[in-house]
């Protein structure tokens, strides 16, 4: 137990090994089945239908769209949107400080909706998953709809005007600037990265039917509570 | 101890070859320097972090200075360009020592170390411009993550060879705990930055993200931690382990359970639950098992009191085994499935993270710097004052912070199941913020004290007596004429 060879190969290889299928190999296999993994999802497949979010956002923003997506909302913008839009996600590190997990305790499932399941990670957006460790700001995985474009130009602009409180910082260079030499920018017009965050954002739950359904309501609350001691993972069909 | 007895260097045994040294003093002595400019770096990002989470941005935003970006900044360059960088002077200085042998070579070393640096620079660039990859605590651009396996191989090389090499029939514990942390460093770092990136989607690469922040922990730093403690007490204490059994007994429940619980980083998470109870369970195990190592080291101490007040690299190496004591007992907790309803994406997350890697290992690597940084200049600490003012500045701010930021961690968690609005767990949080911004001050304050010190003791005069030339055969000098405090 001494010699380099034997620590080498059992300590080294054998439990790294040993580790690897357990923790990772086996919890894995579940996810390789037919089943489930014939939902898996390309990003072209996903941006199929843009939503309406998306089509509005080229209404709102045309000039910004013929910039950044040759004027069109059709699934191939939207579909480059959604790549791009994860890229700054992860490039801002959005997901350090906003998770992508509602879990089934903690008053989650009131605040946020539906508890997380994993068909909704299978797709080519989560390479890797953004579950994220830390919630300074809410979740995000039930965000599609919540707000509306405007809400979200404006609070990339700068977050404490429509969330006083709010610590997040701002991102101008989400925007096109009226004049480069001068912070002041009256036409708030998202540019290219901006566009793409707001649909990544916007896309963020999406395929929820009814994303609001458990949100903020009285009787929402009153089943949060209840979650907090009898839900287990697996009891997702609760909800369907 | 087998140090002492395998320090005679069989190069040069034969007649007409070549006396070359065991030791590359510059290797140790560059790697230590990189450590505490990236060190240097890696805090005032921290520091940085912690005021832009109080609404201040420093005269407009900048996109690279993005708040995002910097604590990113701040979690990698400690991991990889800090706590690394360390860890390879430490080795330089230690593996030759303990098998008689040199390391592979030292054009190599020399190579591996711009190499490193080169990779750690471009890393802390591409950060900065937006460049990160999803994985936590790996953010490290993708482009880089096979350069980097590339230098972890070349390390694994470098090390191998006089471990393989040595003519001892058994292996020193330090060096138990090297064989293995080269070969999972690699696999690791494979498993982490390229399995979730480009092969599994989803929940199944969840569950290898968490082994990937967890092994990053348990089969790199702590390894190389506890390496340097088994090599480095006994040396300064003059005096065998305590416990030869319990060293095995320490290095093998490690090697066997710590690999084992990625998966309690995301408990009540879409991982299949048998996964999340098993990582629950061997956390428990390995936290037992952890106990038994702690106290080796205790026990180890016991007799020679006087060393915390004479000796400041026993006074790190005890205060970093106590805080180790204190995040096991927590983890221990902390990994159960009730706590994790409130503590998970809380500052309590932060606040164990930072005791961890803070107070413990870069306590640690503290140790090291104050016995070997005279031994690498040749010149007596400049200032014992600094030294102690660091000591104090950096513990006290620490452990305050820890026990700040899990009281946030509470606050926050309680908040959030009593389904307050989103706001009030913010407001609540701004006086601890402001607390933490304080501390991290402090601590910030202890390191420019340090580092000064360093410089001023590279500089100065007070020389220490070591005959250059044999520096790489001398036996350790276990006077420690520089530790004594103030």
């Known amino acids: 137990m001494e010699r380099f060879g034997f620590v080498f190969l059992v300590a080294g290889l054998g439990f790294f090994i040993l580790a690897f299928v357990v923790s990772a190999w086996l919890p894995w296999l579940p996810f390789t089945e037919e089943e489930f993994s014939k939902g898996y999802q390309t990003v072209a497949q996903i941006a199929k239908n843009p939503p309406l979010e998306f089509v509005e956002l080229r209404e709102q923003y045309p000039e910004a769209f013929e910039k950044a997506f040759a004027g069109k909302s059709d699934s191939e913008a939207f579909a480059e949107a959604l790549v791009v839009g994860r890229k700054v996600y992860v490039g801002e590190a959005c997901w350090h400080c906003h998770s992508q997990q509602v879990r089934p305790v903690g008053g989650d499932e009131a605040r946020f909706g539906r508890v997380s399941y994993p068909e909704e990670y299978n797709n080519e957006l989560n390479y890797p998953p953004l579950w994220g460790t830390r919630r300074i700001g809410p979740d995000l995985i039930r965000q599609a709809g919540l707000k509306s474009n405007d809400w979200h130009v404006a609070h990339f602009w700068n977050p404490p005007d429509v969330s006083p409180t709010s610590v997040m910082p701002r991102y101008p260079w989400f925007f096109e600037a009226d004049d480069p030499k001068t912070p002041v920018n009256e036409s708030l017009m998202p540019n290219k990265k901006g566009l793409s965050i707001i649909a990544y954002v916007q896309w963020l739950g999406s395929w929820q039917t009814n994303p609001r359904e458990t949100l903020h309501g009285i009787d929402a609350i009153e089943r949060a509570y209840q979650s907090v001691e009898l839900s287990r993972f697996g009891s997702k069909k609760r909800r369907s | ?116 640096q080169a990779l750690m620079l471009a890393m802390w660039i591409g950060l900065h411009l937006g460049e990160a990859q999803a994985v936590e605590w790996g953010e490290t651009p993708v482009w880089l993550d096979p350069l980097i396996v590339v230098g972890a191989a070349l390390v694994s090389i470098q090390f191998y060879t006089p471990i393989i090499r040595s003519r001892e029939r058994s292996m020193y514990v330090s060096l138990w705990y090297f064989s293995a942390a080269f070969v999972w460093l690699a696999l690791t770092y494979i498993m982490g930055n390229f399995f979730p990136e480009y092969i599994v989607p989803g929940a199944a690469a969840g569950a ?31 005096k065998p382990v305590w416990s030869h059994a319990l060293s095995l ?7 066997f359970f710590y690999p084992l619980q990625g998966v309690h980083h995301f408990l009540w998470s879409p991982i299949p639950m048998f996964a999340q109870y098993g990582a629950v369970i061997s956390t428990i195990a390995v936290e037992i098992v952890v106990t038994t190592v702690i106290i080796n080291f205790y026990m180890t101490w016991r007799g020679s009191e006087s060393s915390l007040k004479n000796s400041m690299a026993i006074r790190w190496f005890w205060v970093g085994a106590l805080f180790y004591f204190i995040t096991c007992l927590q983890c221990a907790f902390q990994v159960t499935l009730t706590f994790q309803t409130i503590i998970h994406f809380t500052d309590w997350v932060v606040g164990h993270a930072h005791l961890v890697m803070f107070g413990v290992f870069t306590f640690w690597l503290y140790g090291v710097l104050i016995h070997l940084w005279p031994k690498l200049t040749g010149r007596e600490w400049w200032s014992r004052k600094l030294n102690s003012w660091h000591f104090w500045l950096t513990a006290s701010g620490l452990f305050l912070m820890f026990l700040d930021l899990t009281t946030a961690g509470l606050v926050q968690g309680f908040l959030w199941r009593a389904l307050a609005p989103w706001d009030e767990s913010v407001i609540a949080s701004y006086p601890f913020w402001y607390f933490r911004a304080l501390l991290g001050t402090a601590i910030v304050i202890g390191h420019v004290a340090l580092v000064v010190n360093m410089i001023m003791t590279a500089a100065g005069a007070k020389k220490l007596h070591v005959d250059e030339d044999y520096a790489g055969y001398e036996e350790v000098d276990t006077e420690e004429p520089a530790a004594v405090a103030g």
């Open chain 2, 1 to 116: 101890m087998s140090a002492a007895s395998s320090l005679t260097p069989n190069i040069g045994s034969r007649p007409g070859e070549v006396r070359l040294p065991l030791v590359s003093n510059g290797l140790v002595k560059w790697h230590i320097a990189a450590s505490y400019f990236w060190l240097t770096i890696a805090l005032l990002a921290g520091l940085l972090y912690s005021t832009q989470l109080l609404q201040n941005y420093h005269g407009g935003n900048s996109e690279i200075m993005s708040p995002g970006r910097v604590r990113m900044v701040h979690t990698n360059l400690i991991a990889f360009a800090f706590l690394t960088n360390g860890f390879l002077g430490m080795l330089y200085w230690v593996v030759p020592r303990l098998t008689g042998q040199r390391v592979l070579s030292h054009k190599l070393g020399w190579l591996i170390f711009a190499v490193w």
């Open chain 2, 208 to 238: 290898m993200l968490g082994l990937y922040i967890h092994d990053l922990v348990g089969l790199w730093v702590t390894p190389m931690g506890w390496g340097l403690m088994y090599f480095f007490v006994p040396v300064i204490l003059k």
């Open chain 2, 249 to 255: 007994v320490g290095f093998w429940g490690l090697a």
